[in-house]
């Protein structure tokens, strides 16, 4: 607080996402009982905004790793709703086979660049356990617990099983 300039006015922190609209909260730590720091979006994948940060957070360097499906593409392919959940990432090259403008007819983009997308797509249909693990974005699960949780599991199917087994 020393460090504030004088005049400086106390931040207004907003009630409501500024994307979705959506009730923007703290939430409380059950073990200390203290508010977090952040405050969060509650509305989830209604929200545009968490939608999209989840497929970066998704095709990133430590996740997925799809080389040519940056920030600005994952946005691109969101808002003109080609990607809107990463299932969409691999299905992507069969659906622009169909499409009325391809997406290397398209400005900005080149036939190879486009090309070499897709292999970099079809190179990621395989990842090790951990990695998949991170990509899922699961809150308060980083790269070394998705480690630990696939040497635990060891295969997706026993990752899966136990994800269902909590759920029910």
Do not use: M, W
């Given at each position: 607080?020393?460090k504030r300039p004088k005049g400086a006015r106390k931040f207004v922190f907003p009630e409501v996402c500024p994307v979705c609209g ?105 990842i090790a356990l951990d990695r998949f693990i991170y990509a899922l974005g699961i809150r308060h699960i980083g790269e070394t617990t ?23």
């Amino acid at each position: 607080l020393d460090k504030r300039p004088k005049g400086a006015r106390k931040f207004v922190f907003p009630e409501v996402c500024p994307v979705c609209g959506s009730h923007a909260v703290r939430e409380t730590d059950e073990k200390t009982g203290k508010a977090d720091v952040v405050r969060r979006c509650t509305g989830g994948l209604i929200c545009a905004a968490q939608a999209k940060e989840r497929l970066k957070h998704f095709v990133s360097r430590n996740a997925f790793d799809i080389e040519g499906l940056g920030g600005e593409r994952i946005e691109l392919f969101f808002d003109e709703e080609l990607i809107r959940q990463p299932a969409d990432i691999f299905t992507l090259e069969a659906r622009n086979a169909k499409a009325a403008e391809p997406l290397q007819e398209r400005k900005g983009f080149g036939a190879k660049s486009i090309e070499n997308l897709f292999k970099a797509v079809s190179a990621r249909r395989s990842i090790a356990l951990d990695r998949f693990i991170y990509a899922l974005g699961i809150r308060h699960i980083g790269e070394t617990t998705a480690r630990d949780l696939a040497r635990a599991f060891g295969t997706v199917e026993a990752f899966r099983t136990a994800v269902a087994a909590a759920v029910a």
